[in-house]
T-cell receptor, first 115, second 111 residues
Framework: GESVGLHLPTLSVQEGDNSIINCAYS??????FIWYKQESGKGPQFIID?????DKRQGQRVTVLLNKTVKHLSLQIAATQPGDSAVYFC??????????????FGKGTKLSVKP | DAGITQSPRHKVTETGTPVTLRCHQT?????MYWYRQDPGHGLRLIHY???????DKGEVSDGYSVSRSKTEDFLLTLESATSSQTSVYFC??????????FGSGTRLTVV
């Protein structure tokens, strides 16, 4: 499988429990944030996004919380299932070369769900 | 992934040889991106394109070039592959400059 899981912080949870994955972002000017899920051997997959004018956004079994004061983002997964096992990345809009919009990714957290 | 295809999926090449990776989309999206993914570094932007013949450098562009002669194809070329370019390469597309869709990746090994 992919070696992306090496050297990553790991969160291990029991099936059915809630999971919270945290992310600190770097750019106080970032105005858009996304959470991605990456399963072994696959590309990152969009989970949920949030704009900086919001503090919270809910999807199906997932909630993203944004705290702009401390530049912190979290992903909450309710009733975690074995299929949720993956590496989770947060991403923020960054400015690169003067061009807004390119996503800057965190290094990821590996979620392991125990049956 | 629907609408975006990367080729090849796997490649082994020798140091010093040129290599071209292809990203093909059927979504007619304006924005296309090349990222590399390495342990301990996450996803890092190599180059991106905001239209036909319009490209720009990302964070780790040294040793890479890109071309986009038509909307649907974005090519990444390693002019002379080095072992440090062994990585998994992902292409992404976006209708605006937010919210990417990623391809399945190309695993490149330079020996």
């Amino acid at each position: 499988g992919e070696s992306v899981g090496l050297h990553l912080p790991t969160l291990s949870v029991q099936e059915g429990d809630n999971s919270i994955i945290n992310c600190a972002y770097s750019n106080s000017a970032s105005d858009y944030f996304i959470w991605y899920k990456q399963e072994s051997g696959k590309g990152p997959q969009f989970i949920i996004d949030i704009r900086s004018n919001m503090d919270k956004r809910q999807g199906q079994r997932v909630t993203v919380l944004l705290n702009k004061t401390v530049k912190h983002l979290s992903l909450q997964i309710a009733a975690t299932q074995p299929g949720d096992s993956a590496v989770y990345f947060c991403a923020e809009t960054g400015e690169y070369g003067g061009s807004q919009g390119n996503l800057i990714f965190g290094k990821g957290t590996k979620l392991s769900v125990k049956p | 992934d629907a609408g975006i295809t990367q080729s090849p999926r796997h490649k082994v090449t020798e140091t010093g040889t040129p290599v071209t990776l292809r990203c093909h989309q059927t979504e007619n999206h304006r924005y296309m991106y090349w990222y590399r993914q390495d342990p301990g570094h996450g996803l890092r932007l190599i180059h991106y394109s905001y239209g036909v013949k319009d490209t720009d450098k990302g964070e780790v562009s040294d040793g890479y070039s890109v071309s986009r002669s038509k909307t649907e194809d974005f090519l990444l070329t390693l002019e002379s592959a080095t072992s440090s370019q062994t990585s998994v390469y992902f292409c992404a597309i976006s209708h605006t400059n937010y919210g990417y869709t990623f391809g399945s990746g190309t695993r490149l090994t330079v020996v």
